[in-house]
C-alpha cells in the first residue's frame, strides 16, 4: 500500500507537470489539434477516416483511390484507431470522443514517463524526493516533446524509458510474466511505429548476446522461453503485420534522405537556442542543424559526458581497461550507455559519412529508417540517467549539509526542460475547424453522395513513394480536402503516405500529366459513379491539366469558398483525344516537317533492346557521368531554351530519382551557371513505362557552351535508358514524322 500511495503521488505530480505544459489544450481536449497541417494533419483525418468509414481493421481507403493503401502505412495509427473502432461497433459507441482519447494518450504517456524514469532511479537505489526531481527535468526535456506536433506516433515518451526499466527489472530478476510483459510492450510499441521496433530489437537482442548464449553455462534450459516470447515473436509477429498481410511489392527499399536528417554533436551537446548558450555564436560556426537530429541532452550531461571521456582516455592512457568501460556500479546500465552510445555514433552518420556510403547497399531493411537522426534518442535518456546516478553517488559520500549543491544541476535541468518544452505548448494548441466539423458534424455536403466514387482535389498532391513528391501547389488547402473525404466518406486519389507503392503513385500521378495516352487508371474505376472534384478557387499555381479537368467538369455547390464539381469518367477518359487535337491544332507549321532550329537525337546508331521509337537508345553507365550535349549550339537564337528526352522505367524504384546537371559558359569548362533536377521533378508526360522530362533553360548568351550530363546513377537504379533527346528554342515548334508517328516537340502523337 504504501509502495502504491507512492507511485499514485508520482503519477499525479507527472499529471500536473503534464497539465502546466498542455492545460491550453486540455481545457477543449475534443476539439484541439496538435497540428494544423503537414503529417500531424493528415494523421488526424486518416485516423479519423479509418475509425467511420473503413470496413477493414488494417486497410485504409482514406487516399489512394482506387487501391488504397495499409493502416501501417496510411498515418491511422493502428492500435488507437482499431481499438475506438472496435468498441464502437461492439461495445459502446466512443468515437466522437476520437480527438479527445487521441491527445490525451499521448499527454498521459508523458506523465507515466515520469513515473517510469522515476523508477528507474529507484531501482538504482537513489533517494525519492531526488528521483522525482529528476524524472521531472528527463521527461520535458526529452526530444520527443517535439514530435507532438506532428509525428504523433513517435510521441509516446514512455516507450524507451520503460523498455530500460523492464531491462533492468528482467536482469535482476528473471521471470516469465516479465517476459509476457516485456513482449506486450513491445508488440505495442512496436506496432505503433517501425522506429520502436527498431530500438526494441536492438536493446533486446544485445541484452541477450551480453548473456553469451555460446556457452556451456548458458541454461538454455531455463531461458529458451523468455528469449521466444521477447525476440522471437516480435521479429515473426511485426513484419508480418507490416509487410506481409498487405503485400505491396514496390514499396520504395531506398528511401531518400538517409544521410541528411542526421544527428551531429552540436545537435545532442549543444544547444545555441539557450541563453547560456548564446556566446557560443559568436566563437563557434554551428552548422544548420537538421530538426530529425536534435536531441539535446542538457547542460549537465554534457557536462559529465566531458568528465567522463577525460576519464575515459586518461584510463586508456594508463592501460587500466578494466576501469574504461565501468562507468557506474551497475554493469547492466554501463551496457545499455555503450550501446547507446554506438547507436548516437549511427545517428551520426558513421561510418558512412567517411566516404562510405557503398555500405548502404548491405544494410536492407535498415535503409527504411531514414531519418537517422532519431537513433540518438536512447543516448539522451541513457546519458541522463547516468550522469544523475554519478552526480548522487558522487553527493552522498559528503556530509549531509554540502548536498544542498545537488539544487545546482537539478535547477540547470529543470530550467533545461522549462526552455525546451515552453515554446511547443504553443505549437499544438490547434483549431481546425473544417476537420472538426466534419468528424463532429452529421450533416453532409448539398449533394447525392451515392452518385460518386472518389474525391479527386485540385490541386492535386501525391507524396509518400520517395520517387516522385508532388506537393499541393496551394499547400493550405489539404485540410480542407481531408475535411471532405471525412465529411462525405469518400476517398481522395490523391496520396499523402508513407512508402507507398510507386507504381500506384504513377497511375494517379498521370492524371495531371499530359494525357498523352489513355488513362491506365481508370480500368480500375466505376464508370458508373462520377468523381467529385473538389477545386481551390483562389490557387493560381494549378497546372494545365487540371485546368482542362475544371473545363470538362460542371459545377455543383461550393463549401467553404472551395468549389464542387461533378466530373463522369466517361469525361476523363476523352481527355487524351481532346488533348491531342488541342495540341495539334495549336502548333503552328504542323503541315511542316520541321520548324524553328534544334538539335535531336535519336541514338538509332546503337541498337538497343529497348527504344521509345525506332530501334536505339542510349543505356546510360551508372559509374560516372554522362554527357547528353557537349558545345554550342548551331545557328540558335534564343536565349531561352527547352531540352526534353525520354527516360524508361519511371514506375520503377529509384530510377525517377536520377539526376540531370547542365552547366553553362562562355567558354568550355569556363562555367557561369549550374542547374541540376531530378527525373521525377521535370516530368511533364508519361507513355506505358516511359516519362517525358522537359526543363527550360535560361542562357546568358545564345552562344554560350552547354554541357548537358546525367549524373552516375544511384546505386540499385538498374539499367536506364534514355531515348528522343531534344534541343529547342522554348518557343519555338520541331515537328517530326516518322511513318504513323508524330513528334510534336518530343509528344508523342499517333495516327
Known sequence: MKKFTEYIVVVAVGLLFTYLFAGDVVKNINHRYFAQSGDGAKDYYATFYHIKHDNSYIHSNSMNYPFGESIFFAGSQPIVSNTIKFISQNIYDVSPYTVAIHNLLILISIALTVLVIYLIFKHLNLPIWYSLLVAIGITFLSPQIDRIGGHFALSYTIVLPLFILLLLKFHRQKSI??????????????????????????????????QKPWRKEFEWRKQWLHVVLQIAIPLIVVPTLILYIEPVEDRTTWPWGFLFYRAFPESVFLSPGRPYWGWLNSLVKIRNLQWEGIAYVGLVSTIIFLIGLFSLIKNAVNRRWGKTLAITSQPLMDRLFWLSFLLLLFSFGIPFIFKMEFLLEYLGPIRQFRGIGRFAW???????????YLIWQKAKGYKPVYRILLVIPITILLYDAWFHSKSQKHFINNNLPELDYAFHSNSKPNINIDEFQAIMPIPFFSVGSENYWHESACFGSMVKMYALSQLTGLPLNATYTSRSSVWQCVENLNLIMEPLQEYPVLKYYNHGKDILLFVDPHCDQINQNERRIITISTPIDTLWGYELRRLKVAD????????????????????????????????????????????????INRRGYTNLYWGRLPNNSSSEITVSFWVNRMKADIVPRNRIEIVTGKEEGKWETWNGFGFMEKTKAFWNDWALVEYNLKLNNPSDFICISVAPLLAKS?????????IKGEKDNVILKKNDVTLVNNRLFQW
Open 177 to 210: 510474466g516479465l517476459s509476457v510483459l516485456i513482449l506486450f510492450a513491445g508488440m505495442w510499441a512496436s506496432i505503433t511505429h517501425g522506429y520502436f521496433f527498431t530500438f526494441y530489437m536492438v536493446m533486446f537482442l544485445a541484452y541477450w548476446l551480453w
Open 378 to 388: 536512447l543516448f539522451y535518456y541513457t546519458m541522463n540517467i547516468v550522469a544523475f
Open 718 to 726: 538498374g539499367d536506364v535508358y534514355i531515348d528522343n533527346f531534344l
Open 572 to 619: 476523363l477518359a476523352k481527355l487524351p483525344e481532346v488533348y491531342r487535337n488541342e495540341y495539334l491544332n495549336a502548333t503552328p507549321g504542323m503541315a511542316d516537317s520541321i520548324s524553328g532550329n534544334y538539335y535531336f537525337q535519336e541514338f538509332e546508331s546503337t541498337p538497343t533492346p529497348i527504344a521509345f521509337t525506332g530501334n536505339g537508345a542510349l543505356k
